[in-house]
């Protein structure tokens, strides 16, 4: 944790001695006067909260905690844009399951966090409200698509955050910016009230500043939802003691590296596992190889049936003149939508049409299949799989101008997503004072297995 990062129970010692309604206000400021654009939107309606909180009427968990809310989860009353054109005005009538949630632990809203437009992109460059800067070097991207999320944590404009994840949308940021975010397994987050981009992919979930914030927002986030059908209905609670005596095996994967500034501090990470005393084993994950190209195909596919919606005529932007519905229906399409949405609405048009929906879309799902074959396997042998997060540190802004250079950055998360299986980016060690993540991956909802390793893993990396 760098000294700019608040915890939780920093804020908590802090509520001690002052006033929550000043603390909001000065964080408020604080993020108003910021050059790292990590927020689309403030809650004004967040000072009124805090001094519910001064008056003793709020309780609950995360009673007075601030807790910053990805600009694609739903808040009842405040706008909800997706960092879209098409969505510039959107202010939902209700709020998603998990602010419901967090409203009822006592937390305050403090505002939503900038994104890649519709989660599309790993830079958060796609945004209609401009680029989320790195703290660690304002000259670099955040990551994306939860940019936001995670460069407010890592300056102190926030002290949690919620993401969402399709494919290291969580995990991403966290490794670029230092702090820890989690991708949880599918269904144990519901997704009521999340905006889709590819609904059997993407999970909402926790970053913080340290390991036991994540693992108390997730116990806040987590558990049973009959309005999102593929919730489990499984609640989390975090057992910190979990693995106290226990030798693991800790499974690398073969097929996730990164370069050399990445592999050098991955490979410190792995030392400094041995020597809490757990064994390592190389496992080999043969589907990865083509993990990329099916995770890509199948979440354009998705985008475009989701996005067709976004019509011009319920919400969001419009025309004042309508000729005829395909023209005016293209038009408010090809003004409310970036370059990057359009491109993935295209290609996954085309993927699912007469003619290659066999040839694209159904390969994709089969190499799915592989690809969770592949993870049941290895979890045979491991207890636990570890890998980097990225495969190289934070991009300079601009330098992915590729399409395809973006979408090779993550060939290391997006396996998970294809699995479903819960997947936590721990900072490790930095190199060229920029910080690198480790990715700790479990079987089906053993998040507290992953916690409780990151917990141990994370305080002999801040003994070091």
């Not at 603390?23 to 927020?39: P, V």
């Not at 909260?49 to 739903?74: H, M, Q, T, Y």
């Not at 992109?121 to 990551?143: I, L």
């Not at 802004?397 to 090779?408: F, H, N, Q, R, S």
């Amino acid at each position: 944790m760098t000294s700019h990062q608040i915890s939780i129970a920093e804020w908590r010692e802090r509520l001690k001695s002052e006033k929550a309604e000043d603390l909001i206000m000065e964080l408020i400021e604080r993020i108003e006067r910021s050059k790292y654009n990590a927020f689309i939107s403030i809650n004004k309606d967040a000072i009124e909260r805090a001094g519910e909180f001064d008056r003793g009427k709020v309780n609950g968990k995360l009673a007075g905690i601030p807790v910053a809310v990805k600009d694609n989860i739903s808040t009842g009353g405040l706008l909800t844009t997706c960092g879209s054109k098409i969505l510039y005005d959107y202010i939902p009538p209700f709020d998603a399951h998990v602010v419901e949630r967090l409203k009822s632990e006592g937390a305050i809203i403090i505002g939503k966090t900038n994104m890649d437009e519709f989660g599309m992109g790993t830079t958060t460059e796609t945004s209609y409200f401009g680029v989320v800067r790195n703290p660690h070097d304002p000259e670099r991207v955040a990551g994306g698509s939860s940019g936001g999320s995670a460069a407010c944590l890592s300056v102190g404009e926030g002290v949690i955050s919620l993401g969402s994840d399709t494919g290291g949308s969580i995990r991403c940021p966290s490794s670029f910016c230092g702090v820890v975010g989690l991708k949880p397994t599918y269904g144990l987050v519901s997704r009521y009230g999340l905006i889709p981009y590819a609904n059997s992919l993407e999970q909402i979930g926790p970053l913080a500043t340290c390991v036991d914030d994540l693992a108390l927002l997730l116990e806040v986030i987590a558990g049973k939802d009959q309005r999102d059908s593929t919730n489990s209905g499984k609640e989390f609670v975090f057992d910190p003691e979990l693995l106290n005596g226990k030798k693991l095996t800790v499974g690398i994967i073969r097929e996730m590296s990164g370069n050399d500034d990445v592999m050098s501090s991955f490979n410190e990470a792995v030392e400094v596992i041995k020597s809490l005393g757990h064994s390592i084993k190389e496992v080999s994950m043969p589907s990865f190889k083509y993990a990329l190209a099916a995770y890509y195909i199948i979440a354009m596919s998705e985008a475009s049936s989701n996005l067709a919606r976004y019509d011009g005529v319920r919400y969001g932007h419009t025309l004042e003149q309508i000729t005829s519905w395909n023209k005016f229906f293209s038009a408010v399409r090809a003004e409310g939508f970036g370059d990057e949405v359009k491109r993935r609405i295209m290609l996954g048009s085309y993927a699912l049409s007469a003619g290659y929906y066999g040839k694209y879309y159904l390969k994709a799902l089969k190499v799915r299949t592989l690809v969770i074959r592949d993870f049941k396997r290895a979890f045979k042998e491991c207890n636990l799989l570890i890998s980097p997060t990225m495969p190289a540190l934070a991009f300079k802004i601009g330098e992915l101008a590729d399409p395809l250079t973006m979408y090779k950055a993550d060939v290391n998360t997006v396996p998970i997503n294809l699995a479903g299986v819960p997947s936590l980016s721990l900072p490790i060690f930095e190199r060229k004072r920029l910080p690198v993540g480790m990715q700790i991956i479990g079987n089906y909802f053993e998040e507290n297995s992953i916690i409780a390793f990151a917990r141990k893993v994370e305080a002999e990396i801040n003994e070091i």
